[in-house]
């Protein structure tokens, strides 16, 4: 451990590099491999980052941050100290997966068959990780907090975070990061109502931190897509559909009411943040936790950020003017008679969502269709000249004189029938990084924290694909159709609708008044 004197000197140094790296002609910095060896980022040259959630998602993130020279972990938060009721899709596959990166088959020997997460293992991660790149192969430099309040307060000179927390609380934790000068990393989505990530976009614009919004990695290229669109090939654009095979955790038609104890070092009321209280239940958190309205943001939340956002950008999609919703809903018994549940408090196990947005420019009006559950379009006749069916996920653009299919995040996108591409063309394949590989939104979110432009992947960039999110919750939660102003935010034929695009702030919660 380096002496407090060291490391307020590396702090002044870290700081003054990237605050005056792009501006200052003059600054020098001296060749990596004079610092120690090629590839070597010194300390003071590294962005230090607290990572905050350490849930199965964020511990299978972390190691991408790990691989990156440039970036040091210093600190990890969560409000589940143990690895205790955590859920994957299977029973060792993650402890696996991080023993593999730290070519250590014996990490955390004794906990097979338990699910691994909470803050004491991500800290245990990073220290082991970082411990591989010492001489003496020790460190133990990673600092751990159940509040993120708390991390912000002591870990004054953190440069950055990563939020890998539940839906409901990304914005509370962003606002009060970008608030204290942070840069910020976030999965998606930016907050899980509509005020609430405006709030978050707008906090963004106003602190000028650098901001990348992890779902830009994902989404394909729409440039062929666009080349047809724009030289004619299937006339005008009236339609987009979009379908995953989401969701795919429990979906709950009814409240928890057993009673069950909080588990050991999990902190409830930290976890429920800015929501109403409620008693605790396993139902509620970790991986379901998306199925609820208070705390997720459904299906299109969690997939539509990764095929729709190029899309938003490309056809310059604003605010829509309508949105429709299609939804399933549960029945029950009660003393022999049949009732329709009324669910206010969680999403459909299926639905399909219709978008109307309005001419712009050269564009003529276009729906976007929102399908989830198992739901898709039905098959269209020029599938059937070619003997196809639709696949379980896909995107596909309708026209007046044709159509183009694609995969969900535009992999292969062609023209329908196969009869109709050109012969001579090769449609382009989505490049997706390699594991481990340091992804150009990355390397351009590294540029914008040592100065340089905003990446295409800030927050600034995600206001209408954020707004489309929320306005789909919206629209299943009062299962009606809703006219929607975007200049004002506000819907203006559904009163019911407008609570929903705010949430109300338990005391000490509004991130208006950190």
């Known amino acids: 451990m380096r002496c407090e004197v060291e490391r307020v000197t590396d702090m002044m140094n870290r700081r003054t590099f990237l605050e005056t790296a792009s501006a200052s002609a003059c600054f020098t910095i001296l060749p990596r491999h004079v610092l120690g060896g090629s590839g070597v980022v010194p300390p003071s040259d590294k962005i230090t980052l607290a990572h905050i959630g350490t ?11 790990m691989a990156i020279p440039e970036i040091q972990i210093v600190a990890v938060c969560d409000p589940s100290k143990h690895a ?19 070519d250590k088959p014996g990490w955390m020997a004794g906990t097979e068959g338990t699910v691994p997460g909470g803050r004491d293992v991500a800290k245990d991660f990073v220290e082991t990780h970082y411990a591989a790149e010492q001489p003496g192969g020790a460190f133990k430099g990673c600092a751990s907090y159940a509040d993120f309040r708390e991390l912000l307060d002591k870990e004054k000179d953190v440069d950055a975070v990563k939020i890998m927390t539940p839906d409901h609380l990304h914005g509370i934790i962003s606002i009060a990061s970008m608030k204290r000068g942070k ?5 998606k989505p930016i907050a899980n109502r509509l005020q609430e990530a405006k709030l978050v976009i707008d906090t963004a614009r106003e602190t000028r931190v650098a901001t990348h919004f992890m779902p830009w990695e994902a989404n394909g290229s729409m440039d062929q897509v666009m080349a047809w669109i724009n030289g004619g090939a299937i006339g005008d654009l009236r339609e987009i559909h979009n379908w995953t095979n989401r969701p795919v955790w429990p979906q709950y038609t009814s409240v928890p009411t057993a009673t069950t104890p909080v588990p050991e070092g999990f902190d409830w009321d930290l976890w429920l943040g800015p929501e109403a209280e409620r008693p605790y239940s396993p139902d509620y958190t970790h991986m379901v936790f998306r199925g609820w309205y208070d705390f997720g943001g459904g299906s299109m939340a969690d997939m539509g950020h990764y ?21 399933t809903h549960t029945c029950g018994l009660k003393n022999g008679i049949a009732f329709t549940v009324n669910n206010d408090f ?3 196990t299926a639905s399909t969502v219709r978008f109307k947005y309005p001419a712009s420019g050269k564009r003529p009006a276009v729906d976007l269709v929102w399908y989830d559950g198992g739901m898709r ?21 309708v026209g007046s004189k044709g159509k183009i299919l694609a995969g969900f995040q535009l992999e292969d996108p062609h023209l329908i029938p196969q009869g109709r591409m050109p012969k001579d063309l090769v449609a382009p394949v989505r490049a997706r990084g ?4 340091v992804s150009s939104g990355m390397r351009q979110w590294i540029g914008a924290v040592r100065g340089g432009p905003q990446s295409p992947s800030s927050f600034l960039n995600a206001g209408p694909i954020s707004e489309a999110v929320n306005l ?15 200049q004002s935010q506000k819907v203006t034929n559904v009163a019911e609708a407008g609570k929903y695009l705010s949430r109300e702030y338990r005391k000490g919660w509004d991130p208006r008044a950190q």
């Open 346 to 348: 969680s999403f459909p």
């Open 472 to 486: 789909y919750a919206v629209a299943l939660r009062t299962g009606k159709k809703l006219l929607y102003d975007g």
């Open 377 to 397: 379009p039905p098959t269209p006749e020029e599938l059937q000249i070619d003997n196809e069916e639709l696949p379980i996920e896909g995107m596909m653009f």
């Open 434 to 437: 390699q594991r481990g590989a």
């Open 84 to 102: 205790i009721g955590y859920r994957d899709w299977g029973r060792d596959d993650l402890l696996n997966e991080l023993r593999t990166v730290l």
């Open 307 to 327: 095929s729709l956002w190029t899309v938003f950008n490309a056809l310059e999609l604003g605010s829509p003017i309508s949105v429709e919703p299609t939804l």
């Open 55 to 65: 849930g199965t998602q964020g511990l299978r993130e972390m190691p991408r941050l």
């Open 183 to 187: 840069h910020v990393i976030m999965h």
